[in-house]
């Protein structure tokens, strides 16, 4: 785990490298003359990444540029994409736009993207990464994750997710020949570290133990009703950094769920801490261990994302949030489930029960407050 008092240090930017940020127009809500970073984390391949990153899935165009403008001056280093995402060009170009500007050096961005899941082929692997650094517009990418063990089959780069009638067409490539190909990556200067989304306990000790490195970060769906403590636990012993999508639980207004965000309980704590739901669960999860890349557009949420590291939760209150009844996986690629490297073991989840007791304080629906919540959510496909 991140030890929490470094979890609470103020960051100041390394000056040796970049100006002072000024964060462009000092009027908006994003400008900073002093910023709050985030801490990093070190990864057992000797680079450094900050513990909290900026989620982009479903921005694109003309928002998600201005999420990324906006989550540079607000302080954010720590980026997250991927090809499935169809936003790497407009994510680099604000990028690059921003180090024209002086705030920021490339050396002080950590990128991620990921390898999509129609591009599993050894043969494919290079060629994909260079397109990819194209879009970017840089020469190396920080971070490279197989997005998911299982493949697709390739009918061009704009497919990707090809489809025979109401099937999704799948094939058989092993994850770990397209593993043993990001490895080449790193040799090759192409990207800095390789690591996984997605993947279990089983495929990721078979990486382990038949290749010649280990990766770095596990990307996977974390969130207080379903935090996944073996598989954490397991990449802790196994020096993995595991990152959190859907950090939130995908809070929807109109359906009031999950429950425990609209609860007594949560109103209880923002009213406590002055903080919204939404800092409270980042604060949260930092602490337990993980790296959350929650996802904002608004330029005031953007901003309440990042100012978590400044307060502590009490033990009380994080045994409250420990006692969140464990619920269901939200993202599923249930498509796929029959496929012989699906990950996931949904059958056992859904009728697991509980080792965790209820929190003993009643969770009547509460009035909206708005936050970061809703831009968390995304659609109905459950497709991360």
Not at 173 to 201: H, Q
Request: charged share 25%; with cysteine.
């Amino acid at each position: 785990m991140i030890p929490a008092d470094f979890l609470t240090r103020d960051i100041v930017e390394d000056n040796s490298q970049v100006a002072v940020i000024h964060g462009g127009n000092q009027n908006t809500p994003c400008g900073e003359k002093a910023l709050l970073m985030a801490p990093k984390v070190r990864l057992s391949s000797g680079h450094e990444m900050p513990v909290l990153g900026f989620g982009t899935y479903k921005l694109l165009g003309y928002q998600c540029s201005a999420a990324v403008h906006c989550a540079i001056e607000t302080g954010f280093r720590h980026f997250d994409t991927a090809y499935y995402y169809e936003n790497e060009k407009e994510i680099g170009e604000a990028l690059r736009t921003q180090i024209k500007m002086g705030n920021i050096s490339r050396e002080n961005i950590f990128l991620t993207t990921k390898l999509w899941n129609t591009h599993h082929d050894p043969r494919d692997v290079r060629r994909i990464c260079e397109k990819q650094l194209e879009l970017l517009g840089f020469s190396y990418i920080d971070l490279y994750l197989i997005h998911f063990p299982v493949g697709y089959k390739h009918v061009c780069d704009e497919i990707l997710r090809p489809m025979s009638g109401d099937q999704l067409q799948t094939v058989e490539i092993d994850y770990l020949d397209t593993w043993r190909a990001m490895e080449n990556l790193v040799k090759l200067g192409m990207v800095r570290s390789i690591g996984l989304s997605n993947f279990n306990m089983e495929q990721i000790q078979r990486i382990i133990q038949c290749s010649s490195s280990k990766p770095v970060v596990n990307q996977v769906e974390i969130w207080p009703g379903f935090l996944q403590k073996e598989l954490v636990d397991y990449c802790r012993y196994n020096g993995i950094i595991v990152t959190a999508f859907s950090p939130l639980g995908q809070p929807s207004r109109e359906n009031h769920c999950p429950v425990y965000f609209f609860s007594e309980g949560m109103k209880r704590l923002v009213n406590k801490y002055k903080r919204s739901a939404s800092q409270i669960v980042l604060r949260y999860l930092i602490d337990y261990g993980v790296v959350p890349i929650p996802k904002a557009a608004n330029p005031i949420h953007i901003k309440e994302n990042l100012n978590i590291f400044d307060f502590m939760l009490d033990d009380a209150d994080i045994r409250l949030l420990r006692g969140i009844k464990p619920k269901n996986r939200i993202v599923k690629y249930e498509m796929v489930k029959d496929h012989m490297f699906y990950p996931f073991e949904l059958l056992k989840e859904n009728n697991e029960e509980s080792e965790v007791k209820e929190p003993q304080i009643k969770e009547p629906i509460l009035p909206y407050i708005p936050n970061a919540d809703e831009e968390e959510r995304e659609n109905n496909e459950n497709y991360e």
